[in-house]
């Protein structure tokens, strides 16, 4: 896949995981139908001071409230203690204190505690690396509904690194984790559909989830629901939607949206032609590494003047933009 297992997962590790879930989890687009959910406990108010404080970056405070939980044995405060640890939030960064707390979490049940752990086996932190053991605590939160979890234990299948290869069970855990709004899961389940790998071959099925990726924000889903709209596969034709997504792409850094955009501005379809702006993404698009010979001879037949104003166009954008992670 074009994010790295490490790449997909560092994000988590910037906030407290259980934080994470209450703040990040997201509806699917479509829910299937279920009964109704039971009424949520009422919070635990000394929790809440915990997970508060540390939201607000009172680590000290954190610290403090989470380990009078810790010993009432709360695993969602063992769970920050790991994560302060992890961090050097408030305390001393201590892989093996933080192994330790995941741990002691883990056992009592908590997913996110467990998913925790994994990518420490899985890096080598607060311990040898050890990816089997990753793999199972993968397994473990995946089974409790941790949508990040089933997605990297889907990349691995996907992948058959350190686990035997296997599409259909990747599929099966990116629906997991793509019913539960995760936007990378729903960009890879989509690509599974488009090529038929691990799932039947569905170009409309590959559309909806790619635009549902898209609105979360995710930039390749973007680019590929735009071909799609513009093309009219698995979606309805939308030459002028196509246009505007390929543009919020192109600001966003994706030299292939660039390109695009190039080539509609080129051409007048979707939105009005203008060969200033044309040569202006063109020339954003090569300083990313995209070529196109189309275009570049498009732009040796513009006059010195469209070229002059395009290029500086172009220099002024690529001295603010900020490179594509």
């Excluded at 279920?34 to 001071?49: I, M, T």
């Excluded at 892989?95 to 467990?114: E, F, I, Q, S």
């Excluded at 990313?288 to 290029?311: M, N, P, Y």
Aim: one cysteine or more; glycine letters at 8%; aromatic letters at 8%.
């Amino acid at each position: 896949m074009r994010r790295s297992l490490i790449i997909a997962l560092s994000a988590l590790l910037c906030a407290a995981p259980a934080l994470a879930q209450k703040k990040n989890a997201k509806p699917p687009p479509k829910p299937p139908a279920a009964a109704a959910p039971a009424a949520p406990a009422p919070p635990d108010p000394n929790a809440d001071l915990a997970f508060g404080a540390y939201q607000r970056g009172y680590y000290l405070t954190a610290f403090k409230e989470a380990s009078l939980r810790a010993q009432q044995n709360d695993p969602q405060a063992m769970t920050l203690l790991g994560e302060l640890y992890s961090q050097g939030l408030g305390v001393g960064r201590n892989d093996a204190v933080a192994a330790d707390w995941y741990k002691r979490a883990a056992a009592l049940g908590d997913k996110d505690a467990m998913f925790a752990l994994a990518m420490f086996n899985f890096e080598g932190r607060g311990g040898p690396r050890n990816p089997q053991e990753a793999i199972r605590l993968f397994d473990e939160a995946a089974k409790r509904g941790h949508p990040l979890a089933a997605y990297d234990l889907g990349l691995l299948y996907l992948s058959g690194k350190d686990i035997p290869q296997d599409f259909a069970h990747a599929a099966q855990l990116f629906q997991i984790a793509a019913s539960a709004g995760n936007p990378e899961a729903q960009y890879a389940l989509a690509t599974m559909y488009k090529e038929g790998r691990g799932v039947p071959k569905d170009i409309a099925k590959a559309a909806q989830l790619l635009e549902a990726a898209s609105v979360a924000g995710n930039l390749d889903a973007m680019v590929e629901f735009a071909i799609a709209q513009f093309n009219g596969e698995g979606t309805a034709k939308n030459e002028s939607a196509a246009a505007n997504l390929f543009l919020r792409a192109a600001r966003l850094g994706s030299p292939i949206a660039q390109d695009r955009l190039s080539r509609i501005l080129m051409a007048g379809r979707g939105m009005p032609a203008n060969p200033t702006e044309a040569v202006k993404w063109h020339l954003i698009a090569k300083a990313g590494g995209s070529t196109d010979a189309q275009l570049d001879d498009f732009v040796a037949k513009q006059s010195k003047d469209v070229r002059a104003a395009a290029e500086q166009a172009a220099q002024k954008w690529l001295a603010t933009a900020r490179p594509r992670s």
